[in-house]
């Protein structure tokens, strides 16, 4: 994302509250077997301002479409820093395991973690002229949804074996707290750790140590920005962790702030006017 035109030349879209305006939307029923959940962001920034926004990705692959282009970005173990001003617009669908591997052509620790582009470039003007069709947001969203699934759903018509016990995986992982060890998971799917880091590194390019926790970190951010007064010691015991020092440092390694100051950051801009 960065200096792209505004979306629409249909006329004036309906205005943003805010400079930035980012939206998570539920999949429908016919593509949830393809994508956990859609993020869609618009920004109109004033001349001469803008902003630098971080990132703590998912572990899974995101198709990220601009109003010129639409890619495939693997899941990087990295924040990740965005820079943006002017105007403009990212349609994202975050992909469940098995749809970034089918998309990617090959197996996602291919490409090192280096994004690529969608072999069908169509879609992105199919959802670019789906956001540029309505007048007020909403309208925008539903209809870039349902353009994207039209062409993902056709791209991905079925799922094999070990496409569903990659989605079944990552599920675990992202849903169940307690799976705080590898080799837990992968008794719990009847295999070896050895099996399982083969599959997380074909399917996602991470190691399933790397999975579970990013999935701690991100529950952890989530936590302190919704409850910056949340006792971090505990915090840390309920994520798994032996003692707040260990998770403090993991959390600053990935985040860049330690949990204290992120928490302190996120109580500062929930005072903030607007």
Same mark, same amino acid.
């Given at each position: 994302?960065?200096?792209?035109?505004?979306?629409?030349?249909?006329?004036?879209?309906?205005?943003?509250?805010k400079?930035?305006?980012?939206r998570?939307?539920?999949?429908?029923?016919?593509?949830?077997?393809?994508?956990?959940?859609?993020?869609?962001?618009?920004?109109r920034f004033?001349?001469?301002?803008?902003?630098?926004?971080?990132?703590?990705?998912?572990?899974?692959?995101n198709?990220?479409?601009?109003?010129?282009?639409?890619?495939?970005?693997?899941?990087s173990p990295?924040?990740?820093e965005r820079?943006?001003?002017?105007?403009g617009?990212?349609?994202?669908?975050?992909?469940?395991?098995a749809?970034?591997?089918?998309?990617a052509?090959r197996?996602i620790?291919e490409?090192?973690?280096?994004?690529?582009?969608?072999?069908?470039?169509?879609?992105?003007?199919?959802?670019?002229?789906?956001?540029a069709?309505?007048?007020?947001?909403?309208?925008?969203?539903?209809?870039?949804?349902?353009?994207?699934?039209?062409?993902?759903?056709?791209?991905?018509?079925?799922?094999?074996?070990?496409d569903?016990?990659?989605?079944?995986?990552?599920d675990a992982?992202?849903?169940?707290?307690?799976?705080?060890?590898?080799? =837990?998971? &992968? !008794? @719990?799917? $009847?295999?070896?750790?050895?099996?399982?880091?083969?599959?997380? +590194?074909r399917? /996602? *390019?991470?190691?399933?140590?790397w999975?579970?926790?990013?999935?701690r970190?991100? =529950?952890? &951010? !989530? @936590?302190? $920005?919704?409850?910056?007064?949340?006792e971090?010691?505990?915090? +840390?015991?309920? /994520? *798994?962790?032996?003692?707040?020092?260990?998770f403090?440092?993991?959390f600053?390694?990935?985040?860049?702030?330690t949990?204290?100051?992120f928490?302190?950051a996120?109580?500062?801009?929930?005072?903030?006017?607007?």
């Amino acid at each position: 994302m960065g200096d792209e035109a505004a979306v629409s030349s249909r006329g004036p879209l309906a205005p943003l509250e805010k400079p930035i305006d980012l939206r998570r939307c539920p999949t429908s029923s016919r593509a949830a077997r393809l994508v956990r959940h859609y993020w869609i962001v618009e920004y109109r920034f004033p001349p001469g301002s803008s902003r630098d926004v971080p990132i703590l990705v998912y572990p899974a692959c995101n198709v990220v479409i601009e109003p010129q282009r639409a890619r495939l970005y693997p899941p990087s173990p990295e924040l990740e820093e965005r820079h943006l001003e002017g105007s403009g617009m990212a349609f994202g669908a975050l992909l469940r395991p098995a749809t970034g591997l089918r998309l990617a052509g090959r197996p996602i620790e291919e490409l090192a973690g280096a994004s690529a582009d969608l072999a069908d470039g169509a879609v992105a003007a199919r959802v670019r002229d789906a956001m540029a069709g309505g007048a007020d947001i909403a309208s925008r969203h539903t209809a870039a949804i349902a353009a994207f699934e039209s062409w993902l759903t056709a791209r991905v018509p079925a799922l094999g074996a070990d496409d569903e016990l990659m989605n079944a995986v990552a599920d675990a992982v992202e849903g169940d707290a307690e799976l705080t060890r590898v080799d =837990e998971l &992968a !008794a @719990r799917f $009847g295999m070896g750790a050895r099996r399982l880091e083969r599959l997380t +590194a074909r399917y /996602l *390019g991470l190691s399933p140590k790397w999975m579970i926790q990013r999935r701690r970190l991100q =529950e952890a &951010a !989530a @936590r302190l $920005g919704a409850e910056p007064t949340t006792e971090l010691s505990g915090l +840390a015991a309920e /994520l *798994g962790y032996a003692d707040y020092p260990h998770f403090s440092r993991d959390f600053a390694a990935t985040v860049g702030v330690t949990p204290r100051e992120f928490a302190a950051a996120a109580a500062t801009a929930r005072r903030a006017p607007g």
